[in-house]
């Protein structure tokens, strides 16, 4: 059964950094491009950053470009996603997502039919 766990979540003050985990099972990570979502109160999904699949190219929203970082440890079957300089307008739930289509780019406007459960990035003072 295909899996998508995240974790790593949790209360931070402005500035600080979190990294987020994406664990599969099921699956192999690297033939799946990989997309982070979040989704605030109050507000429609949106994408963030996403890695391709196979040679793990990669791609950040303008708001979160330079203070986030996407990687992937295949060894692990993990994707992370390093947040620093975080603001309070970065809370929101955190998801993780999987689409196997076969295009060279992710693409945040894939259909990414596997989600995982979320986590809660919540930054405040």
């Known amino acids: 059964q295909l899996q998508l766990v995240e974790s790593g979540g949790g209360l931070v003050q402005p500035g600080g950094s979190l990294r987020l985990s994406c664990a599969a099972s099921?699956?192999?990570?690297?033939?799946?491009?990989i997309g982070w979502f979040r989704q605030a109160p109050g507000k429609e999904r949106e994408g963030i950053s996403c890695?391709?699949?196979?040679?793990?190219?990669?791609y950040y929203a303008d708001s979160v470009k330079g203070r986030f970082t996407i990687s992937r440890d295949n060894a692990k079957n993990t994707v992370y996603l390093q947040m620093n300089s975080l603001k309070p307008e970065d809370t929101a739930i955190y998801y993780c997502?999987?689409?196997?289509?076969?295009?060279?780019?992710?693409?945040?406007?894939?259909?990414?039919?596997?989600w995982g459960q979320g986590t809660q990035v919540t930054v405040s003072s």
């Open positions: 890695i391709s699949r196979s040679d793990g190219m990669t």
């Open positions: 997502a999987a689409d196997p289509k076969m295009f060279s780019l992710c693409s945040f406007r894939f259909q990414y039919p596997y």
């Open positions: 099921g699956f192999t990570l690297r033939n799946y491009h």
